[in-house]
């Protein structure tokens, strides 16, 4: 189905040429003069080659159909990680090209969206926000406000975070997985 460029985002599956491509990221354009551009960085599934793209917000691209669905993460070995469908307990087994930088997210049990076309997953979708612990900071200083001094925190599945001065070690917090970035504390 043809859809506008502005509407990309990442994970979506695109038909360029007879040859899909997923989009890793999308940004739009906006020039004080000219015309807005969405430009759209892609990997092309069949042999992994990153293509950019760059089309006029209003052009029709296609998108190609592909079956989302959600799928629970059971474990990582060195065929890939292994993810199952929880109401058939079908089993996919996904390539580390695929998952790419958002591996640390994926612990036991999680409940990812894998993007499958042809019986193969092409692009996995994380939940928006997931909840970590804090394993190593720096202490909290007394006196400290709440202005915006941000310091840097090590999480318990290894991703950096820069997190609020009262945030300390074994604390609970929820980063959003998009961009790496401490939303809250977490609230159990």
Known sequence: MKVIASTLRKGNVVDLDGKLYVVLTAQNFHP???????????????????????????????????????????????????????????????????????????????????????????????????????TETEPVVKGQTASSSYKPAMCDNGVRVMVPPHIGVGTRIVINTADNTYVERAKD
Request: no cysteine; charged share 30%; aromatic share 8%.
């Open 32 to 134: 004080g003069k000219g015309t807005p551009v969405t430009q759209v960085d892609m990997r092309r599934i069949s042999d992994g080659v990153k293509v950019s793209e760059r089309w006029r917000t209003t052009e029709q691209v296609e998108r190609a159909h592909v079956d989302e669905r959600g799928y629970d993460f059971l474990y990582e070995d060195g065929e890939g990680f292994h993810f199952m469908e929880p109401e058939t307990y079908e089993q996919i087994t996904v390539g580390g090209d695929v998952v790419g930088d958002q591996a640390p997210y994926l612990t036991e049990g999680i409940r990812v969206f894998l993007q499958v076309h042809d019986g193969v997953a092409i692009a996995l979708e994380l939940p928006q926000k997931v909840t970590v612990e804090v």
